[in-house]
């Protein structure tokens, strides 16, 4: 997830108020075509993975999953699944090539500074497999800021998160964006990308 130590305290402090508000996945698409887009035996990673309701999803399909959290919390979620790896790891600690036949990241890559976040993208593409799947939501804005509970953010409008992906060496496949409360409670625009290696 994320180096700055307030999200992460704040995280650790709210993993099962965050489980709640995310428990519902009925109607996210962008999973289902994920899943369904996964050769059979699949290794898949969901990077920040919160309480791990997406990595318990994809086990159920039959995925193998590492899961991913800087919050210790958040981890010991996950880690309740059947047949979900869940272990604490920041960004940072990616390495590895051609490990994934997808990467899921759903509000993670958000609480990277903007400086970072080239960095990030270009060791998510490495640790892909050749055309490999990525997908990625993220709230859209500018700037970088903290939310009413002093979550760290950094905002980007379309074109920049695309410019960015691109950059990466990502194709980009299919945009799709909404809005909706996160756990502070506060509607707010997102953006979803799925892209491939």
Same mark, same amino acid.
């Given at each position: 997830m994320s180096a700055d130590q307030r999200t992460i305290e704040i995280y650790d402090q709210r993993a099962n108020d965050?489980?709640?508000v995310t428990k519902d996945l009925d109607g996210i698409d962008?999973? &289902?075509k994920f899943i369904h887009a996964m050769p059979q035996n699949a290794h898949v990673l969901d990077l920040g993975c919160g309480p791990g309701l997406y990595a318990q999803a994809m086990s159920k399909a039959g995925i193998q999953v590492d899961a991913t959290d800087a919050s210790i919390e958040?981890? &010991?979620l996950a880690a309740q699944y059947d047949g979900v790896?869940?272990?604490q790891a920041s960004f940072d600690d990616l390495s590895g090539a051609a490990i994934y036949h997808g990467i899921w990241a759903s509000f993670s890559l958000l609480h990277a500074t903007r400086e970072k976040f080239p960095d990030h993208l270009a060791a998510l593409f490495r640790a892909l497999k050749p055309k490999g799947l990525f997908y990625?939501?993220?709230k859209l804005g500018s700037g970088a800021a903290r939310d009413s509970i002093k979550?760290?953010?950094t905002y980007y409008t379309k074109d920049e998160l695309l410019t960015y992906l691109t950059n990466a060496g990502f194709e980009i496949d299919s945009t799709r964006q =909404?809005? =909706?409360p996160g756990l502070d409670g506060v509607d707010a625009d997102w953006i979803a990308v799925s892209a491939h290696a």
């Open positions: 965050y489980a709640d962008e999973l &289902k958040m981890v &010991k790896n869940a272990y990625i939501a993220m979550r760290f953010y =909404g809005h =909706g």
